[in-house]
Every structure is written in structure tokens, then in C-alpha cells.
């Protein structure tokens, strides 16, 4: 398809099996919808492609960072890999517009559940990558698209453990502990997506989805700050 053509153009990959390349973009609401023989949907790449994503960043942080210790790493990779980080850069990237999805899911532009489709479908397109043409293409690719965002990441502390930052400004600011609850759940039991908010007693502050209850706060709470404009940052 000429869509998938230009995207390869875009990044600067050219697939050798095209099929792969479609299956990475295929949501499972389509295949459930279309019934389409011969394509598979891409929760398989996406499994993959997080594998070769983690070990990427991983091996890219550990060099650049030879003074930093395992927790600080920990936390880089966790602002660099998480949803919210992966579902804008495939959007940056013009994802969206390959996306295979049922009418449905197709109509539910600029939602979390969308931005988490996103997100796994970049994991996907890495998967694809390496099946593809090997783990050096997948490694230069993320290299290029998504670990030149380390640098910000670091030097604007956007990898803090923004729960416990969270909850230092609210004390400050208001006297109260934020309080976290969990608010819908996303997707079957294998591949739960959690969407929690967080509240300052009874008022909303903002929400996070992640694929933790863990990873769901955290997000909620950088969503906070941002919201209440706390920490002078936009975490």
C-alpha cells in the first residue's frame, strides 16, 4: 500500500517482507472486524519489539551514562520507553495514518486508549525491524527517532519518581497526600492497560494509564504537576 511506501521513506527503512511491515500497524480490532485472511495482528511484534527496545536503550544509557547508578538508569529508561514518551514520537513519526484498526477504534483520535495503541504499535514496527533486517537497523532506528530525547529527559530531571515529587508539592502547597484510584482497566487480562487518577481528597487532579497499576500513578502524577504547574518543570 502506498501509505506503508511513504512511511518507510519517512524513517529510512525499506522492509523486505511487506507483510511484517503491515502486520506492526494491524490492531487486533481490525482483524476482529475484517476477518481478513493471511494477517496477523501485531501484539506478537509488540511483545518482541519491547524486548529489543528495553535491551537498546539499555545498552545506549549504560554507555553514556558511566557515572549514574542503576537506579538512576532505571528511571531514564523508564521516561524514555513508557507510553506517553512512545505514543507521541508514532504520532511525531505519522503513525497514526498507517494504523489498522476497526471503524470504531478509528474514530477515538487523541484518546488515552489511542495513545496507548500507539505506543504499542511502535514497539511493533521496532519488532518488525529486527525480524526484518537484525538488531544493528532496530538499534540505529531507535537511535535516530527516539534516544536523541535522552538528553532533555536528564538534564530537565523529567525522570524523577514523579509520585513522591507529587506528593512533596501537595504537602507543600496544600497540606494534603494525594490519593490514587484506579478508574477503568484497558484490554484483556494478558495485555491490561490501567488508567488510574490521582486526587487531592475529593478533587480530580489528572489521570495516567501505564501497563502497572505502579506505572499508571507515576504517570498520573507527572500529569499533576503539569496541571497544578508545580516543581517549576513540565514534568
Same mark, same amino acid.
Given at each position: 500500500?502506498?501509505?506503508?511506501?511513504?512511511?518507510?521513506?519517512?524513517?529510512?527503512?525499506?522492509?523486505?517482507?511487506?507483510?511484517?511491515?503491515?502486520?506492526?500497524?494491524? #490492531?487486533?480490532?481490525?482483524?476482529?472486524?475484517?476477518?481478513?485472511?493471511?494477517?496477523?495482528?501485531?501484539?506478537?511484534?509488540?511483545?518482541?519489539?519491547?524486548?529489543?527496545?528495553?535491551?537498546?536503550?539499555?545498552?545506549?544509557?549504560?554507555?553514556?551514562?558511566?557515572?549514574?547508578?542503576?537506579?538512576?538508569?532505571?528511571?531514564?529508561?523508564?521516561?524514555? =520507553?513508557?507510553?506517553?514518551?512512545?505514543?507521541?514520537?508514532?504520532?511525531?513519526?505519522?503513525?497514526?495514518?498507517?494504523?489498522?484498526?476497526?471503524?470504531?477504534?478509528?474514530?477515538?483520535?487523541?484518546?488515552?486508549?489511542?495513545?496507548?495503541?500507539?505506543?504499542?504499535?511502535?514497539?511493533?514496527?521496532?519488532?518488525?525491524?529486527?525480524?526484518?533486517?537484525?538488531?544493528?537497523?532496530?538499534?540505529?532506528?531507535?537511535?535516530?527517532?527516539?534516544?536523541?530525547?535522552?538528553?532533555?529527559?536528564?538534564?530537565?530531571?523529567?525522570?524523577?519518581?514523579?509520585?513522591?515529587?507529587?506528593?512533596?508539592?501537595?504537602?507543600? #502547597?496544600?497540606?494534603?497526600?494525594?490519593?490514587?484510584?484506579?478508574?477503568?482497566?484497558?484490554?484483556?487480562? #494478558?495485555?491490561?492497560?490501567?488508567?488510574?487518577? =490521582?486526587?487531592?481528597?475529593?478533587?480530580? =487532579?489528572?489521570?495516567?494509564?501505564?501497563?502497572?497499576?505502579?506505572?499508571?500513578?507515576? #504517570?498520573?502524577?507527572?500529569?499533576?504537576?503539569? =496541571?497544578?504547574?508545580?516543581?517549576?518543570?513540565?514534568?
Amino acid at each position: 500500500m502506498e501509505k506503508f511506501s511513504k512511511f518507510e521513506e519517512k524513517i529510512g527503512v525499506t522492509f523486505r517482507d511487506k507483510t511484517i511491515l503491515r502486520e506492526a500497524f494491524t #490492531h487486533r480490532s481490525y482483524i476482529n472486524e475484517t476477518r481478513e485472511k493471511g494477517l496477523a495482528q501485531n501484539e506478537r511484534l509488540e511483545f518482541l519489539g519491547d524486548a529489543v527496545v528495553e535491551l537498546a536503550v539499555t545498552d545506549f544509557l549504560y554507555k553514556k551514562y558511566p557515572h549514574s547508578n542503576e537506579g538512576d538508569l532505571t528511571s531514564y529508561r523508564a521516561a524514555l =520507553v513508557n507510553a506517553v514518551t512512545l505514543g507521541d514520537l508514532a504520532i511525531d513519526m505519522g503513525m497514526e495514518e498507517c494504523l489498522l484498526l476497526s471503524k470504531g477504534e478509528a474514530k477515538d483520535k487523541g484518546t488515552k486508549a489511542r495513545q496507548i495503541i500507539l505506543a504499542n504499535a511502535f514497539e511493533a514496527l521496532v519488532g518488525a525491524i529486527y525480524l526484518d533486517q537484525g538488531f544493528l537497523t532496530a538499534d540505529m532506528f531507535l537511535k535516530s527517532h527516539l534516544l536523541g530525547k535522552t538528553e532533555e529527559i536528564v538534564q530537565k530531571e523529567l525522570w524523577r519518581d514523579a509520585k513522591s515529587f507529587f506528593q512533596e508539592e501537595a504537602q507543600d #502547597h496544600v497540606g494534603i497526600t494525594p490519593v490514587y484510584k484506579v478508574m477503568r482497566e484497558i484490554g484483556p487480562d #494478558h495485555d491490561k492497560e490501567f488508567v488510574v487518577g =490521582v486526587y487531592l481528597e475529593d478533587e480530580f =487532579v489528572a489521570e495516567g494509564t501505564g501497563k502497572s497499576k505502579q506505572e499508571a500513578e507515576q #504517570h498520573a502524577a507527572a500529569e499533576g504537576l503539569k =496541571v497544578r504547574k508545580w516543581g517549576g518543570t513540565s514534568r
